[in-house]
C-alpha cells in the first residue's frame, strides 16, 4: 500500500470546514494551472496554424525547390533551360522528391476596353499539382493545362478580377511586347482564385505551358525551369544538396547551366519572419509555466502551514520527511490533474470552436488569412501537459522542504 498517496486521497477529498484558507488556495492554484495551460495550448495551436498556413501559400505558388537557368535564379531576365523527358527522370528519381513540374514564364497585359494590368503569365503542363489552386478558387474550375496545344483559357487572381470588372466566362485580350514587338491574345477565363497573399495575387495567372513557351519563342524542350516538392519539408536542405551534387553546373543541349534554389532562398523575409513566431512562443510558454508554478507553490505553502498540526501528529507516529513531502507532491499532482483537465477542455474547446466555425477574423490584406488559422497537435498537445505536470511539480521539491522544520511537539500545539 502507498501509503503517502492514501492519505493524499483523504486530504484531497476531505471537504471539512469550508472556512479553511486552503480551499480557496487550492481553487486559486488549480486556476492558475487550468489558465495557463488553456492558453500555452491555444498559442501554439495559433502559431503552427498561422506559420504552416503562410509557408503552405508560398510553397504552393513556388514548390519547395526550383530547377532552371543560372542566370534566372540569380536575377530578373527570364532564360530559358532544357526541360526534356530524360532531365525529368533525374528529378523524379532524386531522393527526397515527391513530385516535379514543368513551367514557364510570360510577362503581358491584360486589357478590358476601359482599363489594363500588366500580368505574369505561368504557364503549367498536364503534371501541373492544382490541389493548393483548387483549395482556393472562388469562381468558376481549373481547366486541363497542356504541353501541346494552346487551349487559350487562363486562370485569374479575384485582384485581377476586380479591378478589370472581371467574372468567369468572359474574354480579354493579352498583349505581349518583347524584341519580336507586340503580339496580342485572346483568352478566355475559366477561373478565379484567392489566396490572400497579395505580392503573388496580383501578378500571377495561369495558362497552358505551350502557350508560355511559345510566347517566348523557345524550343518545345525548353522552360523557365521545374518545380519540385520534396517528401519531407524538414530535410529540404539535405535534398537540395543532393540536386546540386546531380544537376548544379551541368549544361543542357543548348549550352545553359542548370542551377536550383530553396522556396526559403526565394522569399528569406517571409520565412524569416514566421521564425520570429518561434520566440514568441517561448516566451508565452514560459510565463504560463511561471504562472502555473507561483500558485501551486503558494497553494503548497498555505496547505502545508494549515496542515500542521497533522503533520506533527505524523512525525509523532514515526513517519519521516521524506513520507510527509510524497504525501503533499501526492496532493499537489491531484491539483495539477485537474487543472491540466480543465485547461485541456477549456484551451481545445476554443481551438475546436474557431476551427470550425472560424469565429475571429483577420484582416486578409495584412495577416495574409481571412480567419485566426489553428493547428490541432494531438502528439504536441500530450507533450505540452506533461512538460506543465513535470516542471510544475519540479518547482515544489524545494516548498515541500519547509516540512523537515516543523518540530513534532510545537506544531501539535499550532492553531
Known sequence: MNLPLFIARRIYSDQGDKRKVSRPAIRIATAGVAIGLAVMLVSLSVVFGFKHSIQNKVIGFGSHIQVGDFMTLQGDEQYPIQMDDSMMAVLKNTPGVKHVERFALKQGILKTNTDFLGVAFKGVGPEFDSTFIHENMVEGSIPKFSDEASHNKILISKIMADKLNLKCGDKIFAYFIDHQGVRARRFTICGIYQTNLTQYDQVTCFTDLYTAVKL??????????????VKDFSKLAETEQILINKVNRTEDHYGETYSSRTIQEVNPNIFHWLDLLDLNVWMI???????AGVTMISGLLIIILERTTMIGVLKALGARNRMIRKTFLWFAVFIIGKGLLIGNLLGIGIILLQHFTGLVKLNPTTYYVSTVPVEINIPVFILLNIATLLVSIFVLIAPSYLISHIHPAKSMRYE
Do not use: K
Open 285 to 291: 510558454l514560459v510565463l504560463m509555466i511561471a504562472v
Open 216 to 229: 517566348n519563342g523557345w524550343e518545345p524542350d525548353q522552360t523557365s525551369g521545374a518545380e519540385l516538392t
